[in-house]
């Protein structure tokens, strides 16, 4: 749910009010992101709102620079350089060139330097290419020339494309006869993507005025010069001009060029047939007679079919008195009719009318894989479309098999939204979500890929979660189907549910959920997988032996290809960090095997590390040779405690705890065996560390960077360790338990509480009073009686507390409740007064972050998952 800060903030970028957001933008305490509505639809078509970072979102709203500035001074230049979580990763200054006007580039400059003003995005476009977009104005591009000279208008992105190009379709005629000065003509002729020229992208514009220009300047052979798919300016002006623009086209070479066949063998009949109205259609109908209609490209359709699909009511009527219903029935592409065309319109005017004119009976017709209007309608219509079938025809039609034996249930799922779906099982029944097509596919599975997670709740409201495991096309589950979903929505929602596990389960050909999301999901995902099961993601391999890794590097990585690179490459740098020197001879904690203890018998003690509490911690060389740390735990036993069966307890407590062992983790102490040499003592082996305790590193208040860089990394491990199955609970967070290493920015967790959870077995055995274990001035309210329970209940929420309160003495400097001396005092003052209060100075979105983690009733504490989304530590995501 949105804040107040988030409300505000929205409704001022929304009404361009520069007074309100200046204010704002001096309060607001990260670059948080945003969903926020009231952008042009020229330039974000296909969305209504848009959630992007507050410093994108003020590149791209009518408001003063000064706020730009603002958040420059307040979070440092990095956000201007800080790419989007969209596909192309766009920064705030490019989306500022494409926006605004030259003052703010001037602005760029000064805040971020002349570097800023070359970056790319992972489409290869520079901020020359989207100066060039921007239709307010040229100025931004006339001042990136000036500042970056003149080769810039024609740096290709990576599809060839050149500021000259975009200019072509988004700016006027004065930026053309300026470019034109600063580099001649031939650039016009520079062929972009699809071997494109200038010609072709200002024929995309909605007038002719760039395209009249250009013939004048180099001649009017240009009209027809064809694209590497044989497309002219003539096909692109037939369906993105108007008929002044086919007219000026007539005068300069005639009308013949009109019947010039293009991709497909389509002529601009076909194009026109796209556009959304019939005007060109006419035109052309009445210059070249109504035979153009039905004149089938390569594959059979017509402008007839498109029409159906493109066009309203009003042009079918207009058909149908030029030649008649047959045209309707005929069949084009895959044996698809203008009814096929007509269910794929996203409303239902064009098949009504159809049906109207021709009879019900055409709703069922197939085409040469089984589909009728019936099942696109499902996918491409809404609701009403359905309701409507029904009365014509009846529920059956939508049980009528297709291609893969797929039912309008499958259709269904394939819709953005699961209102057909939802639809559909109210008339048919849920047990049509996991009726298979052919290959074993549900409607399950495609929700997975395709919808959101409100279909993922309503599917698992109607038949439960197990059906997110069923088997489908090559052994495929949900999971994988997720995982090629365009971000990881629905991804995070299946592990939250069915537990990471599911990530590495391979299909028939070996990949998994991780190599698909390597594949096709941005890299946050790769973060995401990371947390649920660390270092274990670069090792799976599919059976082409190919890893995660291996499949980013390959051709068939789809989206954010360097930014997946470069977290591949720093995480793995990080994980390495804990090798030993090359040429060490001694295998350290962090190399040996995954499986087995690191010795064979014995082990020598090198050191003392540490004493206290049950223990003491010891720097070992093994027999095997593998240097370690290794803390020896001696359990309290009772006089009168039968030895073997206090061993036996101890010797159970043990073996549930071995899981420690599998945990992979940057941020989490590694575990190499758990050993119980006598009935009464537990030795733990792990990685040796170097570095200090947080506890010895505070020697003051720490600054909120940095408090803010801890606190990430320790909730990123709480998420890891809370998200197993079952989960791991720590026990025993508190800041003599987490370890700064040597190079003072990277934090790990240690210890886990073991001897907390033996001594309970051991205390279990004697019969003695539970009473609370672990470090006092960290402990949760409920385990100290003063919530809303007297047992002891260890749980994600209570190390959700003592993470909060290791933030209050990164904060302060100081242990919480640290006058007080007794669990009595303690809980007293908790049930009185609730977490201490963090210093005078800390920033509101600090204390509201601390709030959300040490609330008394433990259902009030937020989850490692969401306080990873938290705007204190957005700023680092």
Same mark, same amino acid.
């Not at 730009?68 to 990763?89: Q, V």
């Not at 990685?687 to 803010?708: A, M, Y």
């Given at each position: 749910?949105?804040?107040?800060?988030?409300?505000?903030?929205?409704?001022?970028?929304?009404?361009?009010?520069?007074?309100?957001?200046?204010?704002?933008?001096?309060?607001?305490?990260?670059?948080?992101?945003?969903?926020?509505?009231?952008?042009?639809?020229?330039?974000?078509?296909?969305?209504?709102?848009?959630?992007?970072?507050?410093?994108?979102?003020?590149?791209?709203?009518?408001?003063?620079?000064?706020?730009?500035?603002?958040?420059?001074?307040?979070?440092?230049?990095?956000?201007?350089?800080?790419?989007?979580?969209?596909?192309?990763?766009?920064?705030?200054?490019?989306?500022?060139?494409?926006?605004?006007?030259?003052?703010?580039?001037?602005?760029?400059?000064?805040?971020?330097?002349?570097?800023?003003?070359?970056?790319?995005?992972?489409?290869?476009?520079?901020?020359?290419?989207?100066?060039?977009?921007?239709?307010?104005?040229?100025?931004?591009?006339?001042?990136?020339?000036?500042?970056?000279?003149?080769?810039?208008?024609?740096?290709?992105?990576?599809?060839?494309?050149?500021?000259?190009?975009?200019?072509?379709?988004?700016?006027?005629?004065?930026?053309?006869?300026?470019?034109?000065?600063?580099?001649?003509?031939?650039?016009?002729?520079?062929?972009?993507?699809?071997?494109?020229?200038?010609?072709?992208?200002?024929?995309?514009?909605?007038?002719?005025?760039?395209?009249?220009?250009?013939?004048?300047?180099?001649?009017?052979?240009?009209?027809?010069?064809?694209?590497?798919?044989?497309?002219?300016?003539?096909?692109?002006?037939?369906?993105?001009?108007?008929?002044?623009?086919?007219?000026?086209?007539?005068?300069?070479? %005639?009308?013949?060029?009109?019947?010039?066949?293009?991709?497909?063998?389509?002529?601009?009949?076909?194009?026109?047939?796209?556009?959304?109205?019939?005007?060109?259609?006419?035109?052309?109908?009445?210059?070249?007679?109504?035979?153009?209609?039905?004149?089938?490209?390569?594959?059979?359709?017509?402008?007839?079919?498109?029409?159906?699909?493109?066009?309203?009511?009003?042009?079918?009527?207009?058909?149908?008195?030029?030649?008649?219903?047959?045209?309707?029935?005929?069949?084009?592409?895959?044996?698809?009719?203008?009814?096929?065309?007509?269910?794929?319109?996203?409303?239902?005017?064009?098949?009504?009318?159809?049906?109207?004119?021709?009879?019900?009976?055409? &709703?069922?017709?197939?085409?040469?894989?089984?589909?009728?209007?019936?099942?696109?309608?499902?996918?491409?219509?809404?609701?009403?479309?359905?309701?409507?079938?029904?009365?014509?025809?009846?529920?059956?039609?939508?049980?009528?098999?297709?291609?893969?034996?797929?039912?309008?249930?499958?259709?269904?799922?394939?819709?953005?939204?699961?209102?057909?779906?939802?639809?559909?099982?109210?008339?048919?029944?849920?047990?049509?979500?996991?009726?298979?097509?052919?290959?074993?596919?549900?409607?399950?599975?495609?929700?997975?890929?395709?919808? %959101?997670?409100?279909?993922?709740?309503?599917?698992?409201?109607?038949?439960?979660?197990?059906?997110?495991?069923?088997?489908?096309?090559?052994?495929?589950? #949900?999971?994988?189907?997720?995982?090629?979903?365009?971000?990881?929505?629905?991804?995070?929602?299946?592990?939250?549910? &069915?537990?990471?596990?599911? &990530?590495?389960?391979?299909?028939?050909?070996?990949?998994?959920?991780?190599?698909?999301?390597?594949?096709?999901?941005?890299?946050?995902?790769?973060?995401?997988?990371?947390?649920?099961?660390?270092?274990?993601?670069?090792?799976?391999?599919?059976?082409?032996?190919?890893?995660?890794?291996?499949?980013?590097?390959?051709?068939?990585?789809?989206?954010?290809?360097?930014?997946?690179?470069?977290?591949?490459?720093?995480?793995?740098?990080?994980?390495?960090?804990?090798?030993?020197?090359?040429?060490?001879?001694?295998?350290?904690?962090?190399?040996?095997?995954?499986?087995?203890?690191?010795?064979?018998?014995?082990?020598?003690?090198?050191?003392?590390?540490?004493? %206290?509490?049950?223990?003491?911690?010891?720097?070992?060389?093994?027999?095997?040779?593998?240097?370690? #740390?290794?803390?020896?735990?001696?359990?309290?036993?009772?006089?009168?405690?039968?030895?073997?069966?206090?061993?036996?307890?101890?010797?159970? #407590?043990?073996?549930?705890?071995?899981?420690?062992?599998?945990?992979?983790?940057?941020?989490?102490?590694?575990?190499?065996?758990?050993?119980?040499?006598?009935?009464?003592?537990?030795?733990?082996?792990?990685?040796?560390?170097?570095?200090?305790?947080?506890?010895?590193?505070?020697?003051?208040?720490?600054?909120?960077?940095?408090?803010?860089?801890?606190?990430?990394?320790?909730?990123?491990?709480?998420?890891?360790?809370?998200?197993?199955?079952?989960?791991?609970?720590?026990?025993?967070?508190?800041?003599?338990?987490?370890?700064?290493?040597?190079?003072?920015?990277?934090?790990?967790?240690?210890?886990?509480?073991?001897?907390?959870?033996?001594?309970?077995?051991?205390?279990?055995?004697?019969?003695?009073?539970?009473?609370?274990?672990?470090?006092?001035?960290?402990?949760?309210?409920?385990?100290? %009686?003063?919530?809303?329970?007297?047992?002891?209940?260890?749980?994600?929420?209570?190390?959700?507390?003592?993470?909060?309160?290791?933030?209050?003495?990164?904060?302060?400097?100081?242990?919480?409740?640290?006058?007080?001396?007794?669990?009595?005092?303690?809980?007293?003052?908790?049930?009185?007064?609730?977490?201490?209060?963090?210093?005078?100075?800390?920033?509101?979105?600090?204390?509201?972050?601390?709030?959300?983690?040490?609330?008394?009733?433990?259902?009030?504490?937020?989850?490692?998952?969401?306080?990873?989304?938290?705007?204190?530590?957005?700023?680092?995501?």
């Amino acid at each position: 749910m949105a804040t107040e800060m988030e409300r505000k903030l929205r409704a001022a970028l929304e009404a361009g009010d520069s007074e309100e957001l200046q204010r704002l933008c001096g309060e607001v305490g990260s670059n948080i992101e945003l969903e926020v509505g009231g952008f042009d639809k020229q330039d974000f078509p296909f969305e209504e709102l848009c959630k992007i970072p507050l410093a994108h979102h003020v590149a791209c709203k009518p408001v003063s620079s000064s706020c730009l500035e603002l958040l420059i001074d307040r979070f440092g230049p990095d956000c201007l350089t800080y790419g989007n979580g969209r596909l192309i990763r766009e920064t705030p200054v490019h989306l500022a060139a494409q926006h605004q006007d030259e003052s703010w580039m001037k602005l760029v400059k000064e805040k971020g330097g002349r570097g800023c003003l070359r970056i790319a995005n992972e489409d290869g476009k520079t901020v020359a290419h989207f100066a060039a977009m921007n239709r307010k104005s040229n100025s931004c591009l006339k001042w990136l020339v000036k500042e970056l000279g003149s080769d810039c208008l024609t740096v290709p992105d990576k599809y060839g494309n050149t500021a000259v190009h975009l200019a072509a379709q988004h700016q006027s005629i004065e930026s053309l006869e300026w470019i034109k000065r600063q580099i001649g003509t031939d650039c016009f002729r520079l062929k972009g993507l699809l071997d494109r020229t200038a010609f072709h992208f200002a024929a995309k514009k909605s007038d002719n005025s760039n395209l009249k220009w250009l013939v004048k300047e180099l001649g009017s052979d240009c009209l027809t010069v064809p694209d590497s798919r044989g497309d002219t300016a003539v096909h692109l002006a037939a369906q993105h001009q108007s008929i002044e623009s086919l007219e000026w086209i007539k005068r300069q070479i %005639g009308t013949d060029c009109f019947r010039l066949k293009g991709l497909w063998d389509r002529t601009a009949f076909h194009f026109a047939a796209k556009k959304s109205d019939n005007s060109n259609l006419k035109w052309l109908v009445k210059e070249l007679g109504s035979d153009c209609l039905t004149v089938p490209d390569k594959y059979g359709d017509t402008a007839v079919h498109l029409a159906a699909q493109h066009q309203g009511i009003e042009s079918l009527e207009w058909i149908k008195r030029q030649i008649g219903t047959d045209c309707f029935r005929l069949k084009g592409d895959y044996d698809s009719t203008a009814f096929h065309f007509a269910a794929r319109k996203s409303d239902n005017s064009n098949l009504k009318w159809l049906v109207k004119e021709l009879g019900s009976d055409c &709703l069922t017709v197939p085409d040469e894989y089984g589909h009728t209007a019936v099942h696109l309608a499902a996918q491409h219509q809404g609701i009403e479309s359905l309701e409507w079938i029904k009365r014509q025809i009846g529920t059956d039609c939508f049980r009528l098999k297709g291609l893969w034996d797929r039912t309008a249930f499958h259709f269904a799922a394939e819709k953005s939204d699961n209102s057909n779906l939802k639809w559909l099982v109210k008339e048919l029944g849920s047990d049509c979500l996991t009726v298979p097509d052919r290959s074993g596919t549900t409607a399950v599975h495609l929700a997975a890929e395709h919808q %959101g997670i409100e279909s993922l709740e309503w599917i698992k409201r109607q038949i439960g979660t197990d059906c997110f495991q069923l088997k489908g096309d090559d052994d495929r589950t #949900a999971f994988h189907f997720a995982a090629e979903k365009f971000d990881n929505s629905n991804l995070k929602w299946l592990v939250k549910e &069915l537990g990471s596990d599911c &990530l590495t389960v391979p299909d028939k050909d070996g990949d998994t959920a991780v190599h698909l999301a390597a594949q096709h999901q941005p890299v946050d995902s790769l973060q995401f997988i990371f947390d649920q099961i660390g270092a274990e993601m670069f090792s799976l391999k599919n059976n082409r032996g190919e890893t995660p890794a291996d499949v980013v590097e390959s051709w068939r990585c789809e989206t954010d290809e360097s930014a997946k690179r470069a977290w591949i490459s720093s995480t793995q740098r990080w994980l390495e960090a804990s090798r030993p020197p090359a040429g060490s001879s001694a295998p350290t904690a962090a190399s040996a095997g995954p499986e087995g203890p690191p010795f064979l018998e014995r082990w020598d003690t090198i050191r003392l590390i540490g004493r %206290g509490g049950f223990g003491e911690v010891h720097e070992v060389r093994t027999d095997t040779g593998v240097t370690c #740390a290794a803390k020896t735990l001696r359990l309290p036993v009772q006089l009168g405690d039968e030895l073997p069966s206090v061993s036996t307890e101890i010797h159970k #407590a043990v073996e549930s705890e071995r899981n420690l062992c599998r945990l992979r983790h940057p941020n989490i102490v590694r575990f190499l065996h758990i050993a119980q040499p006598e009935p009464a003592t537990v030795v733990v082996f792990m990685e040796l560390l170097d570095g200090r305790s947080l506890e010895r590193f505070i020697d003051k208040p720490l600054d909120e960077l940095t408090i803010r860089d801890f606190s990430e990394q320790i909730c990123r491990a709480l998420l890891y360790l809370h998200r197993r199955q079952p989960p791991v609970i720590h026990r025993d967070i508190n800041c003599s338990n987490i370890i700064v290493c040597a190079d003072n920015t990277r934090i790990k967790l240690i210890d886990f509480g073991l001897s907390i959870k033996l001594e309970q077995s051991v205390s279990h055995m004697s019969a003695s009073t539970q009473a609370p274990k672990g470090t006092l001035n960290f402990m949760a309210p409920e385990l100290l %009686g003063a919530g809303e329970s007297d047992s002891v209940q260890y749980s994600r929420e209570s190390d959700i507390w003592a993470f909060g309160c290791s933030v209050f003495q990164m904060a302060s400097g100081a242990r919480p409740f640290r006058g007080n001396q007794s669990v009595y005092q303690v809980a007293l003052k908790i049930a009185n007064s609730g977490a201490p209060a963090l210093p005078d100075g800390r920033s509101a979105e600090l204390r509201d972050f601390y709030s959300r983690c040490t609330a008394k009733d433990r259902r009030q504490r937020k989850a490692a998952r969401e306080l990873l989304e938290h705007e204190f530590l957005r700023k680092n995501l």
